[in-house]
Every structure is written in structure tokens, then in C-alpha cells.
């Protein structure tokens, strides 16, 4: 009989990275997934591997400063009973042998209810910030992953007596594909990114400075699927003005695909980006130097403690948005600009292997 192992949380990309690596090297396993079905990206890519999706209305603790977000802080608190009843009732009728959660507050009703009907759990935190809903269901896990080293997280006793490092799980065409974008001028190439969603305050800040970074670098830009100041149609109108030189220096998209990030992380001799967990990992494995502005209001600070890390190790420098302004970026890009070479190759030399490792997916895979 195969054995039935469940995935859930709230970081896709990590579980599908499992996912595939467990594919490849097990073909006696059968998955299932329990999401909350709001990220279309997150149903794609679980569905394209023909794994059954579940979904689940989990409530969540919703912290809030002004009351007109009462109603919705209420709403979610009543939504927390019912996840655990649906999230039982799919338990029940699956019987999964295991679950892997990847935090998030989808996971909590999982392990939860896993815990009370037997069924081992084990869950990975992305971070070098161990998150809320990881540090709730960590009394019912048998183990906690992590991405960075154990001594990196800032936990209990007795949290971490149950932390195992093994990386974070990526995809292993990162490293072993070769492919990478090209365009016509032969120039460095920048990769600006804010997440599937987008920044506006980064596409404000490279709008603003467009024309001119374009004298010397290409740029592939993922400007995000939202919409409102600073999106992609504004960005498009804007492009459209320029020469046709630097027209062809541009590479836009709202996002790239699970098939293309790859293509063009591999490509950038340098990245803007937020301080998320699973980027800031990615450009540490490629050695990639990045200019990393982190969202301010994120949970327990982490994006910020993420990038702290890249910038511990020489690859990257922080700007704090609250203090950056569109002629700010652009001088300290281009004197950032002037150190990659040198930052790439220290950073190469002092031989990370303890603290990065390419191996996340295999290492959680094995476990």
C-alpha cells in the first residue's frame, strides 16, 4: 500500500520543491493538499502534478490598529471552529500517514486536528524567523525544519530540541539547468521583483529612475498582478515612450512562471527586491548581490532579520523604505552597482556551506 502524505501551509513554492524531488525518487507515495484556496498560483501548480486539492475556510488571529477592520477581525475568529471541523472531516476521510506543513495559519487546524487522530506532523519554517503559526502548532509536531541554521532562530528550549536543519527546499533546475534570458544589448542585467502581488514603492522607485538605469544595465521586471498606482499598465504606457533602443533592455511581466524564475534568477548579475524568505534564499544559492527592501510591516519583522542575514554575509545592502527616496535609490544602485563583482567573489571564497545549502529539498526529502 502507498504511503498518503499531506501538505499544507502557507509557502507553496517549498512544499512543491518537496513535492518534486519526492517524485522523483519514490514512486510508492501518493499526495494530497489542503489549502485555502486563494492563491490561484498556489491551485495551478498543486493541480498541474494531479494532486487532489482540498480547501478549507481557517481562521486566523487578525491583528488590527483601527476598528474599521473589526468586522472583518470578527469574521475571521468565527471562520477558526469551522476550519477545524472541514480540516477534520478531510482527515478523517484521507487517513494520511503523514502531514508536512510550511506554516502559514492554514496549517494550525491541520496539525491540530492530525495530532488528535494520531497522525504524525512534521512542519518547515522558511524564515530565519520563526512564524506564528509554526510557534502555535509546534506543541503537536514532531519536528521543525528550518531553513537556516538552528542557531540562527531566536526559540525556547523547548522549540528548538525539536529544530533540524535542512535548508530550504528549491526547485533543482536552479542549479543544474544552464538557461538564461538574452537580449540583444550586451549590458548587466537587473532582476526587479515585489512578489507575485507586486510593490507599488518599488515600481514607483524604478519608474522613476527607468530611463536612466536603462543607459546601463537590461532590466527583467516582475511588477506584480496588482492593480492601482504603479501597476502593470502604467508601467507598459511608460515603456511604450521610451527609445527603441531601451525598449529592448526591458523585459516586463507582471510574474514569471514556475518555469521561468528559474531561467531568470539565473540570469541577473544583480537584484531589487523585498526581503522574502524564499528570494532572499534563491539569490544566496546563486551568490546573486541584491539591494533588499523589506516590507516594513511584516510579521515579527522577518523580512527585515532576512535580509539582515544576506547582509551579514557581504551580498547585500538594506534601504529602509520610510527613509528612501526615488533620487536615494538610484545613487546607492549605482554604488552598489560598483561593488557586485567584488561582493560575489568574497562572498564565493568564505565557503557558506554550513549556512546555505542547495540540498534543502533533498535533505527534507529524506527525512
Not at 494520531?118 to 512542519?123: D, F, G, N, Q
Not at 510574474?255 to 537584484?271: G, M, Q
Request: charged letters at 20%.
Amino acid at each position: 500500500m502507498n504511503k498518503k502524505i499531506l501538505f499544507t501551509g502557507g509557502h507553496h513554492n517549498s512544499a512543491v520543491n518537496t513535492i518534486d524531488w519526492l517524485l522523483k525518487n519514490d514512486d510508492k507515495l501518493e499526495f494530497y493538499w489542503i489549502g485555502s484556496g486563494s492563491s490561484v498560483h498556489e491551485i495551478e501548480e498543486v493541480k498541474s502534478r494531479n494532486i487532489p486539492y482540498y480547501t478549507i475556510k481557517a481562521g486566523k488571529l487578525f491583528r488590527f490598529s483601527n476598528y474599521k477592520y473589526l468586522g472583518k477581525a470578527i469574521y475571521q475568529l468565527l471562520l477558526i471552529p469551522f476550519g477545524f471541523v472541514q480540516t477534520f472531516l478531510i482527515l478523517a476521510k484521507i487517513r494520511p500517514d503523514l502531514i508536512v506543513s510550511f506554516g502559514g495559519y492554514i496549517a494550525v487546524p491541520v496539525v491540530i486536528c492530525s495530532w488528535v487522530l494520531r497522525i504524525k506532523s512534521v512542519t518547515h519554517e522558511q524564515t530565519v524567523v520563526l512564524g506564528l503559526a509554526n510557534k502555535l502548532i509546534s506543541k503537536f509536531v514532531s519536528k521543525i525544519y528550518t531553513s537556516w541554521p538552528v542557531n540562527f532562530y531566536e526559540a525556547s528550549a523547548h522549540i528548538t530540541k525539536r529544530m533540524i536543519y535542512t535548508g530550504l527546499p528549491i526547485s533543482d533546475s536552479l542549479l543544474k539547468d544552464k538557461s538564461k534570458v538574452e537580449f540583444k544589448r550586451k549590458l548587466p542585467i537587473i532582476y526587479i521583483t515585489g512578489g507575485k502581488q507586486g510593490s507599488m514603492f518599488i515600481n514607483q522607485l524604478i519608474i522613476s529612475n527607468l530611463s536612466q538605469l536603462l543607459d546601463d544595465f537590461n532590466i527583467i521586471w516582475s511588477c506584480g498582478d496588482r492593480v492601482g498606482d504603479a501597476d502593470y499598465d502604467e508601467i507598459c504606457g511608460l515603456v511604450n515612450k521610451l527609445s527603441k533602443e531601451k525598449q529592448e533592455g526591458i523585459y516586463l511581466k507582471k510574474y514569471f512562471s514556475w518555469d521561468e524564475i528559474n531561467v531568470v534568477l539565473r540570469s541577473a548579475a544583480s537584484c531589487v527586491t523585498r526581503g522574502g524568505g524564499h528570494t532572499v534564499y534563491e539569490l544566496a544559492v546563486l551568490a546573486t548581490p541584491s539591494i533588499i527592501i523589506p516590507i516594513p510591516w511584516s510579521s515579527n519583522n522577518e523580512q527585515l532579520k532576512n535580509a539582515k542575514v544576506l547582509e551579514k554575509l557581504g551580498l547585500s545592502i538594506i534601504l529602509e523604505e520610510e527613509k528612501l527616496t526615488s533620487t536615494d535609490f538610484y545613487n546607492k544602485f549605482i554604488e552598489f552597482s560598483g561593488t557586485i563583482e567584488k561582493r560575489r567573489a568574497k562572498y564565493l571564497k568564505n565557503q557558506l556551506d554550513s549556512v546555505i545549502t542547495s540540498q534543502g529539498q533533498e535533505n527534507l526529502g529524506n527525512e
